[in-house]
């Protein structure tokens, strides 16, 4: 879990949001996804983007997928003490009209668990998202630099 480990000055968008795509489904507007590059070591991924929901339907985000990994799961954090620990919402992540919602390290996340290969600065990760009532879209994650390591978590 090293790679959570970051300043407080971690981009919360996508580093090179250029070179990430936007994507809608029904009332739901995905932006700027990406992926913290990894290493062998690790293992794991971290997705983030934007999710806002435009329409006037409740959604919510209830499952993710890729080839990419063994497993994706809906993330949160918690802190403990000095100690950050991540927890699955096994409810996802509710958005409800006029809702925006930014997935970000330290944050709400996808944790793409069991790369097959390290995601590469500048490789593409398919990931499929599913919602309870807009469907399924796929979308990719640009993978940017991890960003600077911090002197303890937060």
Same mark, same amino acid.
């Given at each position: 879990?090293?790679?959570?480990?970051?300043?407080?000055?971690?981009?919360?968008?996508?580093?090179?949001?250029?070179?990430?795509?936007?994507? +809608? !489904? *029904?009332?739901?507007?995905?932006?700027?996804?990406?992926?913290?590059?990894?290493? &062998?070591?690790?293992?794991?991924?971290?997705?983030?983007?934007? !999710?806002?929901?435009? *329409?006037?339907?409740?959604?919510?985000?209830?499952?993710?997928?890729?080839?990419?990994?063994?497993?994706?799961?809906? &993330?949160?954090?918690?802190?403990?003490?000095?100690?950050?620990?991540?927890?699955?919402?096994?409810?996802? !992540?509710?958005?409800?009209?006029? +809702?925006?919602?930014?997935?970000?390290?330290r944050g709400? &996340?996808l944790l793409?668990?069991?790369?097959?290969?390290? !995601?590469? #600065?500048?490789?593409?990760?398919?990931?499929?998202?599913?919602?309870?009532?807009?469907?399924?879209?796929?979308?990719?994650?640009?993978?940017?630099?991890? *960003?600077?390591?911090? #002197?303890?978590?937060?």
């Amino acid at each position: 879990m090293a790679w959570f480990r970051r300043s407080r000055d971690t981009l919360s968008g996508a580093p090179g949001a250029a070179a990430s795509a936007n994507y +809608t !489904l *029904g009332g739901i507007e995905i932006g700027s996804p990406w992926a913290r590059a990894s290493s &062998h070591a690790t293992g794991n991924g971290g997705g983030f983007f934007t !999710l806002a929901n435009k *329409g006037l339907v409740p959604d919510r985000l209830i499952a993710a997928s890729s080839p990419a990994a063994e497993r994706v799961e809906i &993330h949160a954090i918690k802190v403990e003490g000095g100690d950050l620990r991540m927890r699955q919402r096994e409810n996802g !992540l509710a958005l409800p009209p006029g +809702t925006t919602l930014t997935l970000k390290p330290r944050g709400y &996340h996808l944790l793409l668990i069991g790369l097959k290969t390290p !995601l590469e #600065q500048g490789s593409r990760a398919a990931v499929t998202l599913t919602f309870e009532n807009a469907g399924s879209i796929d979308i990719e994650l640009v993978a940017a630099a991890p *960003g600077p390591v911090g #002197q303890k978590a937060f």
